[in-house]
């Protein structure tokens, strides 16, 4: 039998995602914490200023479980998963279609975009993410489509007799949709910004610190301003998380936590939806 108060004892100080259950194993709510010892002992202590609905879900609590994770960041991802997965019913944020957002880079187009969505689809172009941080992703989005000129708007061909929108005019885009745009010049500029969001962020990070430090130089402060919120964001969109693989394979990862125990943890979709532990039964001629 699930005994609360020892388990309680066994939480680690550090971040990851908690599952409460009820009697039949149900889980009933999924949370996110920077430190689960800290968050789940919360629920069992005194409710006298616990909120009514907390005190109702608390009452319901039988047993739970956690997960640990790497960072905060990986906690979120982990949470809005699990909620999708089992639905629990004292959840109420994350139960709908809402995600977080991915960058996208069309490279199903002879001259890719890069910009954010929710929605990963299946049609072969590339998807980096989820972010937890979608003002990050916002910056990020803008500052690789400046850095590197890159197409914005939405037209795969373009008739003859097409006009130019502003962005080419104020030098921020080649003429694509009128053809001055050479493919392979535009492709090494692509593959560059991909490779940032892979993490090989090194020389735009220091191309934006050189800005940064220019314009402060000639106080041109709204400017530096502007570069130091784009550092920010590209070291947000660096943190990293190992909830999501880009491979969208269904995996089954099994652990030996010891000779009688093993933990199996679910890939589906490329997402960590849940784990299972099991029991192994050995013979004490078995045993070592």
Do not use: W
């Amino acid at each position: 039998m699930f005994n609360i108060e020892e388990n309680l004892k066994k939480l680690p100080d550090s971040p990851g995602v908690y599952l409460h259950k009820d009697q039949l194993g149900h889980v009933i709510y999924v949370g996110k914490a920077n430190s689960l010892k800290s968050r789940v002992r919360q629920y069992f202590q005194s409710s006298r200023n616990m909120d009514p609905k907390v005190k109702a879900m608390v009452s319901n609590i039988a047993e739970f479980e956690y997960i640990t994770t790497g960072s905060e960041m990986e906690a979120l991802i982990l949470e809005c998963n699990l909620i999708k997965k089992y639905m629990p019913k004292y959840n109420v944020l994350l139960r709908d279609d809402k995600t977080y957002p991915y960058i996208k880079v069309t490279t199903t187009e002879p001259f890719p975009r890069i910009f954010k969505t929710r929605n990963v689809g299946k049609e072969g172009d590339k998807y980096f993410g989820p972010y937890s941080d979608a003002g990050a992703v916002n910056q990020m989005v803008d500052l690789l489509n400046h850095v590197y000129r890159l197409k914005r708007c939405s037209p795969v061909k373009f008739p003859n007799n097409t006009t130019p929108c502003l962005n080419y005019h104020i030098h921020q885009c080649d003429g694509i949709c009128i053809g001055k745009a050479e493919q392979k010049e535009y492709t090494d500029r692509i593959d560059s910004a991909m490779d940032f969001l892979k993490g090989k962020n090194k020389n735009l990070t220091t191309h934006l610190k050189e800005k940064m430090t220019i314009a402060a130089a000639e106080m041109n402060y709204e400017e530096a301003a502007r570069y130091r919120d784009f550092i920010m964001a590209a070291n947000a969109i660096h943190e990293k998380q190992r909830v999501v693989l880009s491979d969208t394979h269904e995996i089954d990862v099994v652990l030996v936590a010891d000779s009688r125990h093993i933990v199996v943890f679910y890939v589906r979709e490329g997402k960590l939806s849940g784990r299972d532990h099991f029991d192994l039964e050995t013979t004490s001629d078995e045993e070592t």
